[in-house]
């Protein structure tokens, strides 16, 4: 059993796989691409440059911005720019596409690279920093800290499936009581990755329901249990039902936001 509480690449779950043991309740590339690229044109910036990790996780979202652009004027795509994980300075890629004509970065990186160019954009003339809308690797590990103060200067959305800022009280208040008994997580603020740890609750729980109806932990029987587990009121949403057979993904485009870092690196929702 494989399950997914924070990837996004397509294939994890679309994998051919008959019987499929993968469930997810993540993002996926081909919501999260298209939704990043709305963002942009509704922003006014309707020419975009990509700047993408040379990895599957980054041809997947080329992938699927090719297919959201296809037959669209706006956004258009001013050209795509490719780094490796490691790489010391992303500054380069960045002037490609703006010198092509970008008026946004939408950015595919992990916290390190995306730090990285954080610091080299802030460093640039204030005319010269583009907007940067980032998927949401970069909320993992310690992005805002190798960031800096660089992070205030630079115009840096990113994508997430949910807050914890905007989950009712009722709801918010028995997972905090857990998380601070077993992690001193008692606040929103002191969820230092909340899609990962959110989603990540309520995949446990969903996966505790399906092992009760299955009555055994046998691999086969939870799996098809999963496929079975009825309504589910989560910290993430309500599910109705989470899983089916023929989908096993949780989440849909209806569950996505945009997020922007405080001054105390607190991520909360833009608006």
Known sequence: MFLAPWSSADSIVDNGM???????????DSLAMPFLLKQAADRGLP?????????????SNLEAANRYLAGRKVPSLAGTA???????SLIDKYDVLAQAGAQAILLVANDDEAAVLVREVAALPAQRRLPILSHWGVTGGSFV????PALQEVDFTVIQTVSPFRIPPDRLTPMLETAGRLFGIRR???????????HAYDLTRILALAVDRAGTTDRAAVRDALEQVGRYRGVTRDFDPPFAPGRHEALGPDDLLMARFRADGVLVPVD
């Open 18 to 28: 008959e019987p499929n043991y993968i469930f997810r309740l993540s993002l996926r």
């Open 47 to 59: 020419r975009v440059g990509l700047l993408l990790t040379n990895t599957a996780w980054g041809r």
């Open 82 to 88: 490719w780094y490796n994980w490691r790489d010391r």
């Open 145 to 148: 800290g190798q960031a800096g």
């Open 188 to 198: 929103p603020e002191d969820i230092p990755s909340p899609v990962g740890f959110l």
